[in-house]
């Protein structure tokens, strides 16, 4: 007879949310009890506070005492359709700006607070009281996408699968015809100068630049549907990570703007080049075969790796163990918490982090075999809120 006790698994706090920040030298977690941040590279608790209710949305401004803060969860400590930016050296909310809608994301810089909603981009100066800038209308955007550089700032059109670049300095605003599906992911280079782009279908991603809106590449992460959970342009602007729901971390190469351009005056693709010059043209010979499917031809990754999605599946449990097709968790972008969230500490160095109450932390490192292949170690991991 089996008289052991039952393991309380609700016990402890759990990980509604998980971002990094600019450089990713930070990462935010938002809980069912208050936020916690950590310095990322080897996972150490740096701040914790308990608000004795939850926080949906955590958004670090570098290293700033200041925060953006949006509640979430069952109990949220502020509504959903509040950002507070909260000053943690005072301890207290020093702006408020309140929407009639909740708010699905917010992106900070030293000059402008950027709130995405469903169906709206709104774009404030960072002041107290902020001033409303501008209004961009967008599709249907629940992860509530958006990119915030220091040039320009990226989100979905007002039509499924297009982006709008707009750029700070004079407000001009420009599409891409990026997709025909939603978008799904999106992530802007440290430079600002190139724009990575997935859709829900999840087999493709594409590379812009963000000067003149040109296609810079199409990257094949497989045949095969798939849910994107997150892309990352390293430091360098030289590689770009992706994971998605096949727990899988690719690694791509990433051409720049201005060897796109270099290379086109020479006539050659900005994408492929001879075979044994490109190791990611997985096919080979299948792929100069003329009127063979494009699969053969296309752009694969240069290395990947497993990660961790957790032992909780992303669409099986919420937060509070509720079937999440039936209970998703409010305040959210899309209802649950993220996985496989993506942030580069360095050039050949980044870490993988998710939320739940299996939220954890790995970190991988992109190194050259002696056959001058690249490939993708995993250097470490833990469970960021503690447990074995």
């Known amino acids: 007879m089996n008289t052991r006790s039952a393991i309380d698994t609700s016990a402890g706090p759990v990980s509604l949310s998980a ?50 803060l949006v509640g979430g969860g069952r109990r949220p400590k502020f509504p959903q359709n509040k950002v507070v930016i909260w000053d943690d050296a005072k301890q207290k909310a020093v702006i408020t700006i309140e929407f009639r809608t909740p708010v699905h994301r917010v992106r900070l810089s030293r000059t402008r607070i950027v709130v995405a909603l469903q169906n709206s981009i709104h774009v404030y100066t960072f002041s107290s009281p902020p001033e409303k800038l501008s209004v961009f209308e967008t599709a249907d955007n629940v992860l509530g996408l958006c990119c915030l550089g220091s040039q320009v700032l990226a989100f979905p059109g007002r039509t499924a699968g297009q982006v709008q670049l707009v750029e700070l300095a004079n407000g001009n605003v420009s599409i891409i015809p990026a997709h025909s599906a939603p978008l799904r992911a999106m992530d802007l280079s440290p430079d600002g100068e190139v724009l990575a782009t997935a859709s829900e279908t999840g087999t493709l991603i594409r590379v812009f630049s963000t000067g003149n809106c040109a296609r810079l590449a199409e990257l094949r992460r497989g045949v095969d549907h798939a849910t994107i959970f997150s892309l990352a342009i390293s430091p360098s602007s030289e590689l770009l990570a992706v994971t998605s729901d096949k727990s899988t971390l690719h690694i791509f190469d990433l051409p720049h703007p201005f060897q796109a351009t270099k290379y086109k005056a020479a006539g050659a ?50 937060g509070g163990g509720w079937p999440a097709s039936k209970a ?30 299996d939220g954890r932390w790995e970190k ?25």
């Open 19 to 68: 971002a990094f920040n600019q450089d990713s030298s930070c990462f935010s977690v938002g809980l069912d009890n208050g936020f916690c941040v950590f310095n990322a590279d080897a996972c150490e608790l740096k701040v914790s506070r308990d608000f004795n209710a939850g926080i949906g949305i955590v958004e670090m401004l570098g290293r700033a005492n200041l925060i953006a």
């Open 269 to 318: 693709s900005p994408v492929l080049g001879p075979e044994d010059e490109n190791p990611s043209q997985k096919w080979g010979i299948l792929g100069k075969i003329p009127l063979m499917p494009r699969v053969f031809s296309d752009v694969y990754s240069i290395a990947s790796a497993h990660f961790e999605i957790g032992d909780e599946a992303q669409a099986t449990l919420d």
């Open 364 to 388: 991988f490192v992109v190194t050259e075999g002696d056959n001058e292949r690249k490939y993708c170690i995993r250097d470490g991991w833990r469970r960021y809120l503690g447990g074995p």
């Open 328 to 357: 998703p968790i409010p305040g959210l972008p899309g209802g649950h918490p993220p996985k496989g969230i993506i942030g580069w500490s360095s050039n050949d160095t980044l870490l993988v982090i998710g939320a739940g109450r």
